[in-house]
């Protein structure tokens, strides 16, 4: 992984739109049905939408119904990170970029095999690489 990404609050604002600042900066969550990838069948990367790590592949999304893009595994074991969030009244475990820090979306544990896993991501703070033909 290359070094981490450090930004003032100035230029994360210059850098992302005011929604994908609300997410990636601010913790916030879009609303289900609502993004990009919830539904997208395409091939290729998933990067960070703030500092473009590469962070899911296409081979690892499925539809978990929940209007979210969902992946079973990060596509290295060191490109999210993963802090316990308490708000809004629950225990759920945040998953956050490797490189930037900035909020993603979370993990549970109502995944398919072989990992169990569903990473829950806000489309908006995802940028789809292409596969190359």
Request: net charge negative; glycine share 10%.
């Amino acid at each position: 992984m290359s070094e981490r990404v450090e930004l003032t609050d100035q230029e994360w604002r210059a850098r992302l739109s005011p929604e994908q600042y609300a997410v990636l900066r601010g913790q916030g969550t879009e609303r289900a049905f609502t993004g990009a990838y919830w539904d997208n069948k395409d091939e290729g990367t998933y990067r960070c939408a703030a500092c473009d790590l590469p962070l899911f592949s296409s081979a690892d999304k499925y539809d978990s119904g929940t209007g979210w893009p969902s992946f079973s595994a990060p596509l290295e074991p060191g490109a999210v990170g993963l802090e316990i969030d308490t708000s809004h009244g629950m225990r759920r475990v945040e998953v956050v970029c490797s490189r930037c820090g900035s909020h993603l979306g979370h993990v549970f544990d109502d995944g398919p095999a072989p990992t169990g896993q569903r990473y829950c991501m806000n489309s908006v703070s995802l940028r789809l690489e292409p596969a190359t033909p």
